[in-house]
């Protein structure tokens, strides 16, 4: 059973900034990418961004030039959010995908408020 375990979520004001990290239980070279979903309340959940094996990246335009995501060694995948907004409030989800497979993990709230 894959886990994929989220952290580093929490409250800070607009333009400030967060790290999220998803630890994996196997190796994120054994996926076809990882990447970065985000439900916000009432709403569906939409890709934030995406980094595939050969390391190829993907970036809803809603983030680009303020989010990015990135690897470390074999079991770590990040999410830095800069110049953060209210808009980005939701709930984060790590995912790994194979396949027609997709693994989730149990969310990180992210809230950006004054």
């Known amino acids: 059973q894959v886990q994929l375990v989220e952290s580093g979520g929490g409250l800070v004001q607009p333009g400030g900034s967060l790290r999220l990290s998803c630890a994996t239980s196997?190796?994120?070279?054994?996926?076809?990418?990882m990447g970065w979903y985000r439900q916000a309340s009432g709403k569906q959940r939409e890709l934030v961004a995406t980094?595939?094996?050969?390391?190829?990246t993907n970036y809803a335009d809603s983030v680009k030039g303020r989010f990015t995501i990135s690897r470390e060694g074999a079991n770590m995948v990040y999410l830095q959010m800069n110049n953060l907004e209210p808009k980005d409030t939701a709930v984060y989800y790590c995912n790994a995908h194979l396949m027609s497979k997709n693994y989730w993990g149990q969310g990180a709230q992210v809230a950006v408020s004054s």
């Open positions: 196997e190796s994120i070279f054994n996926f076809n990418a």
């Open positions: 980094i595939t094996v050969g390391g190829s």
